[in-house]
């Protein structure tokens, strides 16, 4: 980053900073330390560096040190001995009520705080000089919730240990089994402690007198005497005694009489079991080929399961359409035991029947393209989207006929074997098949019409970019597209700019449809024969205005030619537009609304967010106060203005803080080539518009009974009312609770005197319930800024302004859509990274990448990490990530990943299109694909037989033949060459102990045996 010499005076006019001295009393310090030091996160922590050692020149036991003036502003630090051998911890005493420590979790860290240019005056390792000699002891708490019925994200533990901090202490199910633990270090002591879901979103309710709680101030709590190290039994949600599960005995059966029935067996695999190839195997007692398997399931659990002719993934059956739940079988357990019906493996329905069909015709018009040599060719769900040869008609169109049972299909056609079509309207074709009459499909190639447009003649067009505001590869510039032989990267074709004014130029002779999709690739589009994607423009073209879904999750350009030479427009790199020539010198300017100021001044990542380290701006005498940069900056500029020390907040004020995760920060940006800034301080809106008088709060209570729209799964409700911290979260208190004057389900109250930005919710019924927006926003909803999408989720709103909100949702009741269950998986066996870590996790677009919050499983051990989350359908990004955001999967650049990625600012992330539940399968780290399987022979009646084996690769080659091996034996079999037990003897020496044959038993033969003992005798 280059700034100018006027910003880097700004940068560092610092005023003089006065000294800081810390003092601190060393006799609760553990004894024979020789050395203590001061640390903290303005030396990164350091240890004893010299300049921050402590020193005790009058041996009184306190010791000191005065740290000079670059240690500024509010101080974070504590003490140390030895090189950082211990340090002192202060936990324990900010859970007991001190405030010594102020920068505390309340379990993992707490550090002090004091103003630059102060003394301080501490006792180490304690807030009030008060020694903390006794040792704290581990607690693991454990409980089940396994039959809780509401809906929630996360199990957090709360109590008098940890200041009863909310989300601060998240519980883990890393077995899936629905107990979630968590161990704690606490000081020895009687703690209250209860668990809770999603921070304070629901707790557990005591009626008070039962046997693990206690009752203190009116509130009923969880009581444990915490003086030793211990683990708790599990126990139930709002109980002392562990769960009591019901479970029913579920028969799978599966007839294998249609199919070659594997020698080792018929295995189940399902979540059931951990979806575990070969762990579960199948019996058939009376020979029969149909085969069966008993299971105890909870009652109501929501079953899905596939039959394996085999121990293998690989082996397992494909489940038609018409009875799938995301391509498995599916089955909800009810309240009693139960035999599933017999069905046919790889069917829907017993052998030797089926589920009725119809007949469903496609046909693809071929008028506007060369057809390829071998034909056209159709692929899709009804064909697992394995090609199937298309009948020339003769007229210009292919057609085939497939009997289909009554589901929805995907598909797409094929010109020549593999040559997918590219639809000019983005995505897949889909037919939905009804009984009743045969149903016919036309399309034509590449175009989403009926009927193919005429395509308009051969002619030439010129493409023009200007990659003037970029830095340009070496290589130069590259245009790639469906129009090019072969298509997009591997027919790219390089760009000019002859007059080096940044504006490349290429024309193509086009001929073909008159609609084509391209872009503009910076650099070499393939590096060493492999496909690069690095360089490719990754805007989104679609809401842009120039481009079309390219079915993977990015989008492409778009232009319709006329069939005449032309020349296309200038824009600009990534952009639909020309570029913008950036000013020669910027002036940002803010409007106090007419309040007094006297200082005004910027700071953001330029100024590493020193709240007195950006630019000083000059008061224009109007109310408004101005800084110029001369010249502009070079770089996108993310931005906030101060104002007397007081920097803006402008979370979930509106559309003016494009860099934001709606909850702990929103902050401006300027972009290179923009205008002059001017901006109103605190608010994305005009002066006179941001607050004060009545906000009237408008909730619609029409689907109050959706699903997710409350914590608890309340359906009906009798009083709603609005609340916040403008009132402490209160309940229904009368002056907020909402009316329904007119009956229209929409509810209404006004209150006054609310100020600034408002942050509410509503409740229920003296908050029985209340609204849960987590789900909303994790899908990428706006509606509850104040979020760390795993929690809490909570509305915000201008004072004076109005509300229309729907009650437990961003959407209106009419266009709200029933979630879908999405389970993700990776396959971490042949991760090889040097990184080590403890935990799989999943982030993306629909939990605001949010780092820890979607821990991922591995129940079985198996390597394949998986986790089931509720998303709205639609497109969603993602990517795996290790122990948070510790390490991430980095998927530019590799081969092949384009086919389950899409590339969106600059990120390059995984990409999902989905409207129902779906298992996804699980895909190695960093691929597409799932993990290269292991290949040797499978089939066990050869000698290479290799049972860990998953994919045959042809090594059977001597086939097991039984008998006896061993040639002495009267009935040696010269072919065999696995012995079985069958060999017969003939003892012909009537003395057998006369090894050396005179006629005799003596020491002879004694020495005779002694020199062959130990040999193996074949």
């Known amino acids: 980053m280059r700034y100018s010499l006027m910003l880097l005076s700004a940068l560092f006019a610092f005023a003089a900073q006065a000294q800081t001295t810390f003092n601190v009393d060393m006799t609760c310090a553990p004894a024979g330390f020789t050395d203590v030091f001061v640390t903290g996160p303005w030396c990164g922590w350091c240890a004893n560096d010299v300049y921050n050692t402590m020193t005790d020149t009058d041996g009184d036991g306190i010791y000191t040190v005065t740290l000079d003036s670059t240690v500024t502003g509010l101080i974070e630090y504590k003490y140390a001995i030895n090189g950082f051998a211990d340090q002192e911890n202060l936990i324990n005493d900010m859970v007991a009520g001190a405030t010594c420590a102020p920068v505390t979790d309340f379990n993992g860290y707490a550090n002090r705080q004091i103003q630059e240019g102060s003394v301080a005056n501490d006792y180490y390792g304690s807030c009030d000089g008060v020694c903390n000699d006794a040792p704290p002891v581990d607690i693991t708490f454990q409980v089940d919730m396994s039959q809780y019925a509401g809906a929630y994200t996360?199990?957090?533990?709360?109590?008098?240990?940890?200041?009863?901090?909310?989300?601060?202490?998240?519980?883990?199910?890393?077995?899936?089994?629905?107990?979630?633990?968590?161990?704690?270090?606490?000081?020895?002591?009687?703690?209250?402690?209860?668990?809770?879901?999603?921070?304070?979103?629901?707790?557990?309710?005591?009626?008070?007198?039962?046997?693990?709680?206690?009752?203190?101030?009116?509130?009923?709590?969880?009581?444990?005497?915490?003086?030793?190290?211990?683990?708790?039994?599990?126990?139930?949600?709002?109980?002392?005694?562990?769960?009591?599960?019901?479970?029913?005995?579920?028969?799978?059966?599966?007839?294998?009489?249609?199919?070659?029935?594997?020698?080792?067996?018929?295995?189940?695999?399902?979540?059931?079991?951990?979806?575990?190839?070969?762990?579960?195997?199948?019996?058939?007692?009376?020979?029969?080929?149909?085969?069966?398997?008993?299971?105890?399931?909870?009652?109501?659990?929501?079953?899905?399961?596939?039959?394996?002719?085999?121990?293998?993934?690989?082996?397992?059956?494909?489940?038609?359409?018409?009875?799938?739940?995301?391509?498995?079988?599916?089955?909800?357990?009810?309240?009693?035991?139960?035999?599933?019906?017999?069905?046919?493996?790889?069917?829907?329905?017993?052998?030797?029947?089926?589920?009725?069909?119809?007949?469903?015709?496609?046909?693809?018009?071929?008028?506007?393209?060369?057809?390829?040599?071998?034909?056209?060719?159709?692929?899709?769900?009804?064909?697992?989207?394995?090609?199937?040869?298309?009948?020339?008609?003769?007229?210009?169109?292919?057609?085939?006929?497939?009997?289909?049972?009554?589901?929805?299909?995907?598909?797409?056609?094929?010109?020549?074997?593999?040559?997918?079509?590219?639809?000019?309207?983005?995505?897949?074709?889909?037919?939905?098949?009804?009984?009743?009459?045969?149903?016919?499909?036309?399309?034509?190639?590449?175009?989403?019409?009926?009927?193919?447009?005429?395509?308009?003649?051969?002619a030439d067009v010129t493409f023009q970019v200007d990659a003037s505001q970029i830095t340009v590869d070496s290589a130069g510039m590259f245009l790639i597209g469906s129009f090019t032989t072969p298509a997009w990267q591997f027919g790219a074709i390089a760009m000019e700019d002859a007059d080096a004014d940044?504006?490349?130029?290429?024309?193509?002779?086009?001929?073909?449809?008159?609609?084509?999709?391209?872009?503009?690739?910076?650099?070499?589009?393939?590096?060493?024969?492999?496909?690069?994607?690095?360089?490719?423009?990754?805007?989104?073209?679609?809401?842009?205005?120039?481009?079309?879904?390219?079915?993977?999750?990015?989008?492409?350009?778009?232009?319709?030619?006329?069939?005449?030479?032309?020349?296309?427009?200038?824009?600009?790199?990534?952009?639909?537009?020309?570029?913008?020539?950036?000013?020669?010198?910027?002036?940002?300017?803010?409007?106090?609304?007419?309040?007094?100021?006297?200082?005004?001044?910027?700071?953001?990542?330029?100024?590493?967010?020193?709240?007195?380290?950006?630019?000083?701006?000059?008061?224009?005498?109007?109310?408004?106060?101005?800084?110029?940069?001369?010249?502009?900056?070079?770089?996108?500029?993310?931005?906030?203005?101060?104002?007397?020390?007081?920097?803006?907040?402008?979370?979930?004020?509106?559309?003016?803080?494009?860099?934001?995760?709606?909850?702990?920060?929103?902050?401006?940006?300027?972009?290179?080539?923009?205008?002059?800034?001017?901006?109103?301080?605190?608010?994305?809106?005009?002066?006179?518009?941001?607050?004060?008088?009545?906000?009237?709060?408008?909730?619609?209570?029409?689907?109050?009974?959706?699903?997710?729209?409350?914590?608890?799964?309340?359906?009906?409700?009798?009083?709603?009312?609005?609340?916040?911290?403008?009132?402490?979260?209160?309940?229904?208190?009368?002056?907020?609770?909402?009316?329904?004057?007119?009956?229209?389900?929409?509810?209404?109250?006004?209150?006054?005197?609310?100020?600034?930005?408002?942050?509410?919710?509503?409740?229920?019924?003296?908050?029985?319930?209340?609204?849960?927006?987590?789900?909303?926003?994790?899908?990428?909803?706006?509606?509850?800024?104040?979020?760390?999408?795993?929690?809490?989720?909570?509305?915000?709103?201008?004072?004076g302004s109005t509300t229309n909100d729907t009650f437990g949702s961003c959407t209106s009741c009419a266009d709200q859509v029933e979630p879908a269950n999405v389970t993700f998986k990776v396959d971490m066996n042949q991760y090889a990274e040097a990184y080590a870590y403890s935990g799989v996790f999943l982030n993306g677009s629909f939990n605001g990448w949010c780092g820890t919050c979607n821990p991922m499983d591995d129940a079985d051990g198996d390597g394949v990490w998986e986790v089931t989350l509720s998303l709205n359908p639609g497109t969603v990004e993602y990517k795996f990530t290790l122990d948070g955001w510790n390490y991430q999967e980095e998927l530019a650049g590799i081969a092949g990943i384009e086919a389950c990625t899409s590339t969106i600012d600059g990120f390059t992330n995984r990409t999902l299109t989905f409207d129902a539940d779906v298992v996804l399968d699980a895909v190695c780290w960093e691929s597409c694909e799932a993990c290269p399987v292991a290949g040797g022979c499978t089939d066990p009646a050869f000698l290479e037989y290799d049972p860990y084996a998953l994919v045959d690769d042809g090594s059977c080659g001597t086939a097991i033949v039984y008998g006896c091996i061993y040639d002495a034996a009267s009935n040696f079999n010269p072919i065999a060459n696995v012995d079985d037990n069958s060999c017969l003897f003939e003892s012909t020496n009537d003395c057998a102990a006369d090894l050396d044959g005179d006629g005799s038993v003596t020491t002879g033969d004694l020495l005779a045996f002694l020199a062959t003992f130990g040999l193996t005798c074949l």
């Open 154 to 458: 996360n199990v957090n533990l709360n109590g008098s240990f940890n200041g009863w901090c909310g989300p601060c202490a998240p519980m883990s199910d890393a077995d899936g089994d629905g107990i979630y633990d968590i161990t704690v270090t606490v000081a020895p002591d009687t703690i209250e402690y209860k668990f809770t879901v999603d921070g304070w979103t629901a707790q557990e309710e005591f009626a008070g007198g039962e046997s693990c709680t206690s009752t203190l101030d009116g509130f009923t709590n969880r009581t444990l005497a915490a003086y030793a190290s211990q683990t708790l039994d599990p126990v139930c949600w709002n109980s002392c005694e562990a769960c009591v599960e019901v479970q029913h005995a579920v028969t799978f059966q599966v007839d294998m009489t249609e199919q070659t029935t594997n020698p080792i067996g018929v295995f189940i695999a399902g979540n059931f079991q951990g979806w575990s190839a070969g762990a579960t195997a199948m019996t058939d007692a009376d020979g029969d080929d149909v085969w069966e398997y008993t299971a105890m399931i909870a009652e109501g659990s929501a079953v899905e399961y596939k039959f394996i002719n085999g121990p293998n993934w690989g082996l397992d059956e494909s489940v038609p359409v018409a009875c799938a739940v995301n391509g498995n079988r599916g089955y909800t357990v009810g309240t009693a035991d139960a035999t599933l019906d017999v069905v046919c493996f790889g069917s829907c329905t017993a052998c030797g029947t089926s589920l009725p069909t119809e007949d469903v015709t496609f046909t693809v018009l071929t008028d506007n393209i060369t057809v390829a040599a071998d034909g056209m060719y159709l692929a899709g769900a009804m064909n697992a989207w394995t090609p199937e040869a298309m009948m020339d008609n003769g007229d210009g169109s292919w057609s085939i006929t497939k009997s289909l049972e009554a589901a929805t299909y995907e598909f797409k056609y094929q010109n020549g074997n593999g040559g997918y079509e590219e639809l000019d309207c983005g995505g897949n074709r889909s037919v939905v098949v009804t009984l009743g009459a045969p149903i016919a499909t036309q399309g034509c190639f590449a175009q989403c019409a009926e009927t193919c447009a005429i395509d308009p003649d051969a």
């Open 502 to 799: 940044g504006i490349w130029t290429a024309t193509v002779n086009i001929s073909g449809p008159a609609s084509f999709q391209y872009k503009f690739n910076n650099g070499l589009a393939v590096v060493d024969s492999v496909a690069n994607y690095a360089g490719e423009e990754n805007a989104d073209f679609v809401t842009a205005g120039c481009g079309v879904d390219n079915g993977v999750g990015g989008s492409n350009r778009l232009h319709e030619r006329s069939g005449v030479a032309e020349t296309l427009p200038v824009v600009c790199f990534n952009s639909c537009d020309a570029c913008v020539a950036a000013p020669a010198a910027l002036v940002a300017t803010v409007d106090l609304c007419g309040d007094a100021a006297t200082e005004v001044r910027l700071t953001g990542p330029f100024w590493g967010w020193d709240p007195a380290g950006g630019p000083i701006a000059t008061d224009n005498g109007d109310g408004t106060w101005s800084v110029t940069f001369d010249p502009a900056p070079d770089a996108d500029m993310e931005y906030l203005w101060i104002v007397d020390g007081v920097q803006e907040n402008l979370i979930g004020l509106g559309d003016c803080t494009p860099i934001t995760d709606g909850a702990s920060y929103a902050n401006r940006l300027w972009t290179v080539g923009s205008a002059d800034i001017s901006d109103v301080y605190a608010s994305c809106e005009a002066c006179g518009t941001t607050g004060g008088g009545s906000t009237i709060f408008n909730v619609d209570m029409s689907c109050v009974d959706g699903a997710g729209a409350t914590v608890n799964g309340s359906t009906t409700f009798t009083e709603v009312f609005v609340t916040g911290p403008w009132c402490g979260w209160c309940a229904a208190e009368g002056y907020n609770v909402l009316t329904d004057a007119d009956g229209d389900g929409v509810y209404s109250v006004e209150i006054a005197d609310l100020t600034g930005t408002v942050e509410y919710k509503y409740g229920i019924d003296g908050f029985t319930d209340q609204e849960q927006l987590v789900d909303d926003m994790a899908n990428g909803a706006d509606c509850a800024p104040v979020t760390d999408f795993a929690g809490y989720a909570n509305r915000q709103v201008a004072a």
